[in-house]
């Protein structure tokens, strides 16, 4: 069966490694905070001021003045830290992040990303996105598979305008774990009950089986 977003996330938990600087973005990858293994340690960046976010408040903890990019209330670990939003660009200009986890509508086979913007749609613009996508060496996306209509979001091109170009190394859906390769979308782990071919019928772009393909474990 297809994951959820919270499955999405445990899933993505796993590609954090001990001492590690990780940015979050907006959506599903600010979930990944909650699941990170309790013997690690890692310090989780986001682009508004902070160094050291933790797992999400629980119901009436919350504190107003302590938020994330997507000014979502956050909690902090001890010897988090706060700063203006030029320092924090520069830690991201600077190449001290070393995981960057974005959502996205569209990602291409050769690992473009479009996460900003729909024609027609109005928005408040790209954000932290172009930063990140220009300076991160390690970016793993968090998606759905298919948009509400059915249709695929892992694509041989983009259709809508790009955040970047040639980025995403790994993609976390509910269906599947996928690499971004030179020959394109290369399937690594599916999710607990999806089969090979179900994912095959939701990847419009070239998407590459080699041997059995196993289930995620999370």
């Known amino acids: 069966m297809a994951l959820d977003k919270t499955g999405i996330a445990k899933r993505i938990a796993k590609e954090v490694k001990d001492g590690y600087y990780v940015n979050l973005g907006i959506g599903i990858p ?11 340690s890692v310090e989780f960046q986001s682009e508004n001021g902070v160094l050291g976010m933790g797992p999400f408040p629980f119901e009436g903890e919350e504190d107003a003045d302590i938020i994330n990019a997507g000014k979502q209330t956050i909690t902090t670990l001890p010897g988090a830290s706060f700063f203006d939003s030029a320092l924090s660009f520069s830690m991201i200009r600077g190449q001290h992040v070393q995981l960057t986890i974005l959502g996205a509508m569209e990602v291409s086979e050769n690992g473009d990303i479009a996460n900003w913007k729909i024609p027609g749609k109005m928005v408040k613009g790209m ?3 172009m ?6 060496d390690n970016i793993i996306v968090a998606m759905m598979h298919t948009n509400r209509a059915g249709a695929s ?3 041989k091109r983009c259709s809508l305008p790009l955040t970047g170009v040639g980025c995403v190394k790994k993609i976390v859906t509910n269906l599947a774990v996928l690499e971004v390769t030179h020959e394109g979308f290369r399937l690594l782990e599916r999710a607990p009950g999806v089969s090979v071919e179900e994912i095959k019928a939701a990847t419009e772009g070239t998407l590459i089986v080699a041997g059995d393909i196993p289930e995620m474990d999370i």
């Open 30 to 40: 600010t979930l990944v905070a909650n699941y990170v293994r309790d013997d690690i």
């Open 127 to 129: 954000g932290g996105a």
């Open 131 to 136: 930063d990140l996508v220009a300076s991160a």
């Open 153 to 155: 979001k892992l694509l």
